[in-house]
């Protein structure tokens, strides 16, 4: 199984500050026949269901703002927010969906002061 | 509006079984490939397995495999979980999402299952 692994497990800042958490694979998940890294990121928001905001570790999702960026390949991928909000209080999850079985990461809780 | 709603949860003892229901709404059901991810008390999701839009194939987490059945009926936009001999550690909300390429786009609300005596 792909081991998913994200840091850190907790982050708190200020609104308006720039915010980045990690979420390293233990194999690569860019595929080479399509350059493409199997690689989402969902936000949990307390009391609701997962919301996808990245897939392919950068496509944003429609309606997702653009303080949102996913970055990385291969192994290593960040999620960067540029300029937190307060409604960004949320768990952030990773997840592989290069090869079965689908696996997560154990999610980033930010925080806001 | 897409929307994706379980039922089917509750209470029930070791060693039983119970089958999950997520009716869809607001797409085409049948274009879909569907999943079932399940989110522990601790807060951990694992995923459970998936299903192809017609129904004709499927995955499973091999730690899953031999217990939970995943099946569908597009006639009835309802993607089902059969869960048997669950035990304490299937305490957990269950989640059924639309999928593309294997990520997943939409979400339910989840359903609450609790394996106690």
């Known amino acids: 199984d792909i081991v998913m692994t994200q840091t850190p497990s907790s982050q708190a800042v200020s609104a308006g500050e720039k915010v980045t958490m990690s979420c390293k694979s233990s194999q690569s998940l860019l595929y080479s026949e399509n350059k493409k890294n199997y690689l989402a990121w969902y936000q949990q928001k307390p009391g609701q269901s997962p919301k996808l905001l990245i897939s392919w570790a950068s496509t944003r999702e429609s309606g997702v703002p653009d303080r949102f960026i996913g970055s990385g390949s291969g192994t290593d991928f960040t999620l960067t927010i540029s300029s937190v909000q307060a409604e960004d209080l949320a768990v952030y999850y990773c997840e592989q969906y290069y090869d079965t079985p689908l696996t997560f990461g154990s999610g980033t809780k930010l925080e806001i002061k | 509006e897409v929307q994706l709603v379980e039922s089917g949860g509750g209470l029930v003892q070791p060693g039983a079984s119970l089958k999950l229901s997520c009716v869809a709404s607001g797409f085409t059901f049948s274009d879909y490939w569907m999943s079932w991810v399940r989110q522990t008390p601790g807060k951990t999701m694992e995923w459970i397995g998936d299903i192809k839009y017609d129904g004709s194939y499927t995955n499973y987490a091999p730690s899953l495999k031999n217990r939970f059945t995943i099946s569908r009926d597009n006639a009835k936009s309802t993607l089902y979980l059969q869960m048997s001999n669950v035990r304490s550690e299937d305490t957990a909300t269950y989640y059924c999402?639309?999928?593309?390429?294997?990520?997943?786009?939409?979400w339910g609300q989840g359903v609450m299952v609790t394996v106690s005596s």
């Open positions: 999402t639309r999928d593309r390429h294997g990520y997943k786009s939409y």
